[in-house]
């Protein structure tokens, strides 16, 4: 069982820059892949970034790719996301998944999730 806690969402405005973080309770998280997923209003969810066990192996949407980064640090079972030159259509909840299993862009795949930090960027 995996427990996770999104924080460091907020607003800023566009151009700027964000670090979300995802904290886990589990002693074996370093086990779990990690995603990163995102829902702005009237949208279904979608992918952003995710990660391998190790962090060797990242993945990134097209929306994400150059202006985001996944990463990891598993001695503080944390994932974060920085996130640079923000754009006011990157507004959205964003939530941190887990799974047991390779990383994947696909949040039904995903068997643990937070429960969102609120991002807005302003134009």
């Known amino acids: 069982q995996v427990q996770l806690v999104e924080s460091g969402g907020g607003l800023v405005q566009a151009g700027g820059s964000l670090r979300l973080s995802c904290s886990a309770t589990a002693d074996t998280f370093s086990r779990y892949a990690v995603g990163w997923f995102r829902q702005a209003p009237g949208k279904e969810r979608e992918a952003v970034a995710a990660i391998n066990w190790s962090g060797g192996t990242t993945y990134y949407a097209d929306s994400a790719k150059g202006r985001f980064t996944i990463s990891r640090d598993n001695a503080k079972n944390t994932v974060s996301l920085q996130m640079n030159s923000l754009k006011p259509e990157d507004t959205a909840v964003y939530y941190c998944?887990?799974?047991?299993?390779?990383?994947?862009?696909?949040?039904?795949?995903?068997?643990?999730w937070g429960q969102g930090t609120q991002v807005t960027v302003s134009s």
């Open positions: 998944a887990a799974r047991k299993a390779p990383a994947v862009l696909a949040a039904e795949r995903y068997d643990y």
